[in-house]
T-cell receptor, first 111, second 115 residues
Framework: AQSVTQLGSHVSVSEGALVLLRCNYS??????LFWYVQYPNQGLQLLLK??????LVKGINGFEAEFKKSETSFHLTKPSAHMSDAAEYFCAVTNTDKLIFGTGTRLQVFP | NAGVMQNPRHLVRRRGQEARLRCSPMKGHSHVYWYRQLPEEGLKFMVY????????ESGMPKERFSAEFPKEGPSILRIQQVVRGDSAAYFC?????????????FGPGTRLTVL
């Protein structure tokens, strides 16, 4: 069975600071991994996905994530936070038809 | 190119009533997924459909819930005799193919409130 654990339900950073959102996965087969962002009262928007090509994946809005098999991790980073990054972020894993989501991390950005 | 559309965006029902949630996939997409998001939780898979077929319903509650994706028209998620525990946001996603690497594009969701 596959699962995803997101460490830290809330993360707060100052504008301009590094953003690090953690995601660890469990999968008995090679996984495909995704990060989605959800703004208040909206649907999910894909930030980036790992599909077994390059281990460092670049996404939209300056975000990137690195697949580390030895650590079973897929942490999301952004060098410099912007106020508009405040949202909820979900990590997801799959190797079938359904996405398995983590419980989400709410990112707050302070001026 | 219109994205995934869901309606209504907000739905209020009293206990015992029926709720019908509609999802129109992106143009050219024939694969539809339904997910449920309970307050303060992540999304949970419910069902995966292709035109006129249910492919995977492993996440659907055994009673009161049903889904369809007819040859013509939107996909429908139907909840009969709603209870307060059904209050949640229901999201539809669509994809162009069924491979694990095919991106699922999400709609804005329907927020169901059961009084």
């Amino acid at each position: 069975a596959q699962s995803v654990t997101q460490l830290g339900s809330h993360v707060s950073v100052s504008e301009g600071a590094l953003v690090l959102l953690r995601c660890n996965y469990s999968s008995s087969v090679p996984p495909y991994l995704f990060w989605y962002v959800q703004y208040p009262n909206q649907g999910l928007q894909l930030l980036l996905k790992y599909t077994s090509a390059a281990t460092l994946v670049k996404g939209i809005n300056g975000f990137e994530a690195e697949f580390k098999k030895s650590e079973t991790s897929f942490h999301l980073t952004k060098p410099s936070a912007h106020m508009s990054d405040a949202a909820e972020y979900f990590c997801a894993v799959t190797n079938t038809d359904k996405l398995i989501f983590g419980t989400g991390t709410r990112l707050q950005v302070f001026p | 190119n219109a994205g995934v559309m869901q309606n209504p965006r907000h739905l209020v029902r009293r206990r015992g009533q029926e709720a019908r949630l509609r999802c129109s996939p992106m143009k050219g997409h024939s694969h539809v997924y339904w997910y449920r998001q309970l307050p303060e939780e992540g999304l949970k898979f419910m069902v995966y459909l292709q035109k006129e077929n249910i492919i995977d319903e492993s996440g659907m509650p055994k009673e009161r819930f049903s889904a369809e994706f007819p040859k013509e028209g939107p996909s429908i998620l139907r909840i009969q005799q709603v209870v307060r525990g059904d209050s949640a946001a229901y999201f539809c996603a669509s994809s162009a193919g069924q491979r694990s690497t095919d991106t699922q594009y999400f709609g804005p969701g329907t927020r169901l409130t059961v009084l």
